[in-house]
């Protein structure tokens, strides 16, 4: 089992709102250019990640999101788990009925696997991801870079 495009843009899009959200909310659209997502799915994501209580939205005129807490707060877990995403590992999901409805001869080493997997991710917040500086480096080359709305460059400072 591999995490999902949903799942791996999740994190990708909160990283991004945690990167921009000093100057205020920070729109769909943006962050669908500058992560090359389209805004329809990350709509999606955004609504599981609002029900999930990650982000709180705000509507009009330079609406968008935030963060609901301190990036610091927010676990790259957190995210994973709002977005309904499963990093489980073992064939049967867990429940031990792998192999005629009993556990299978892989069980124990998928599980652990898992159970590393979740307390990686556990331990992993927006904060430190933000910390990183290949992270810092990317996050400035794309606020550098032109965006595309439409299929029309746009610079970033004509928004």
């Known amino acids: 089992m591999k995490l999902t495009t949903r ?24 962050i669908s250019a500058r992560q090359e997502i389209s805004l329809s799915y990350l709509e999606q994501i955004f609504s599981r990640l609002r029900r999930g209580g990650l982000v709180l939205s705000t509507r009009g005129p330079g609406g968008g999101y935030r963060l609901s807490r301190e990036a610091a707060a927010i676990s790259v877990a957190e995210v994973v788990d709002a977005v309904d995403e499963n990093v489980e590992y073992t064939r049967c999901g867990g429940l031990e009925n792998c192999q005629n409805q009993q556990r299978c001869l892989t069980h124990d080493l998928w599980a652990s696997l898992s159970e590393h997997v979740r307390s990686f991710l556990d331990e992993v917040t927006l904060a430190r991801l933000m910390e990183r500086p290949a992270v810092r480096e990317v996050a400035a080359r794309q606020d550098a870079a032109p965006i595309h709305w439409a299929d029309s460059p746009v610079e970033l400072e004509n928004r």
């Open 7 to 30: 799942g791996r843009y999740a994190v990708t899009a909160m990283l991004d709102l945690a990167l921009h959200e000093t100057d205020g909310p920070v729109a769909l659209g943006d």
